[in-house]
């Protein structure tokens, strides 16, 4: 019973971002450095939306992965590791070129008592199409 | 009694909290091995794949190479040429995920090779590779 109401209560949409529209901000989807590449962070389900785990670049806080939100970072070329921890810590690794963006969706799987939230790298193609209907998170490091 | 049995089952449910928050989650583990990676002399070498290739990855989490995908050499490990994708995400997936190029050793695919953390993930079978 218990667990049944704290599961409902996790998947309920509040919690959502509330930042405006992608297509409002409308960021360059490139770095504005020669050297260093765009990281877009995003989460498009509302799965879950009451659990917003931090993101860790590197060892880095960077902002928080809000449901049917986003932000982006922009970091010089290198190897880089997004580490998202709910009930678990899961990692995604991917090397980063310079003027190059890349896109790091976040998705929500069933936990043991809520629910896991991780990175996944994905096409950029499939990004871009997909961060439109995100809303601006600013990278809150709060 | 009723009451009782609904509070066993919290006690119980709580109890089953505190073993599992010990438990350690990460239980897939991708097994990949070190090696050594040497950057190629033609650096203009690429080819494209002419036909679907699934590939059955670690986990059971299938890849797929798409047919039309352009590959780009750029580099060479032990095992074979190091091909990173140019126009699509390759990943390898166990609890973690983890980019990855292809190993390409005569015409076939022989593992990953994973640039972060600079190992290579074989595969049980090599697979033949349609290249145009």
């Given at each position: 019973m218990f667990f049944g109401i704290f599961i409902l209560v996790a998947s309920?949409?509040?919690?959502c971002a509330t930042g405006p529209q992608f297509s409002m901000v409308q960021?360059?989807?490139?770095?504005?450095?020669?050297d260093e590449g765009r990281i877009f962070f995003y989460r498009?389900?509302?799965?879950?939306?009451a659990i917003k785990p931090a993101v860790m670049l590197n060892g880095e806080k960077v902002g928080k992965a809000i449901a049917k939100g986003f932000f982006f970072v922009d970091r010089p070329a290198g190897d880089y590791e997004v580490v998202t921890s709910t009930e678990v810590k899961r990692k995604v690794s991917f090397v980063l070129e310079k003027g190059q963006t890349r896109f790091i969706k976040f998705n929500v799987s069933m936990g043991f008592f809520a629910g896991h939230v991780y990175g996944e790298l994905v096409d950029e193609s499939v990004g871009m199409s997909e961060i439109v209907n995100c809303k601006y998170t600013g990278g809150d490091t709060s | 009694m009723a009451r009782l049995k609904n509070r066993i089952s919290f006690v119980l449910l709580v109890g089953v909290a505190f073993v599992a928050g010990g438990c350690?989650?990460?239980l897939a583990h991708v097994s990949f091995e070190p090696t050594q990676f040497v950057q190629p002399l033609d650096h203009c070498k690429t080819f494209v794949v002419a036909n679907d290739v699934p590939i059955d990855a670690p986990c059971n989490y299938d890849r797929l190479l798409r047919k039309g995908s352009s590959w780009k050499l750029v580099g060479t490990i032990p095992k074979g040429e190091v091909y990173k994708p140019l126009d699509q995400v390759l990943t390898v997936e166990c609890s973690n995920i983890f980019e990855a190029y292809l190993v390409v050793s005569e015409g076939h695919m022989v593992g990953f090779y994973l640039?972060?953390?600079k190992g290579f993930v074989p595969l049980s079978k090599g697979i033949e590779l349609p290249m145009e």
């Open positions: 309920l949409p509040f919690g960021p360059n989807m490139v770095s504005e450095s020669p498009t389900s509302a799965l879950g939306a | 350690a989650f990460d640039p972060v953390e």
